[in-house]
């Protein structure tokens, strides 16, 4: 399977970065990876845990 950098340029990369985020989507994904991590459904390690909540505070609290 090709990764995103494979098929997407850089340009629609930040185009569909910012349609996730002014959709509010971003911040529904992210949350959901930290639901099923927190509830034992996903597996993860703490570093990426830990990113992901980083990630959901700047979302949820930065972008406007």
């Known amino acids: 399977m090709n990764s995103a950098a494979e098929i997407l ?3 629609d990369q930040k185009f569909l970065i910012e349609l996730l ?3 509010q989507y971003a911040l529904e994904l992210v ?14 390690d703490h570093a990426t845990y830990q990113k992901l ?8 609290f930065e972008v406007k």
């Open 9 to 11: 340029s850089q340009d």
């Open 21 to 23: 985020l002014k959709q």
């Open 31 to 44: 949350s959901s990876e930290i639901y099923e991590i927190e509830n034992g459904t996903k597996q993860s």
């Open 53 to 60: 909540i980083r990630l959901y505070d700047r979302i949820r």
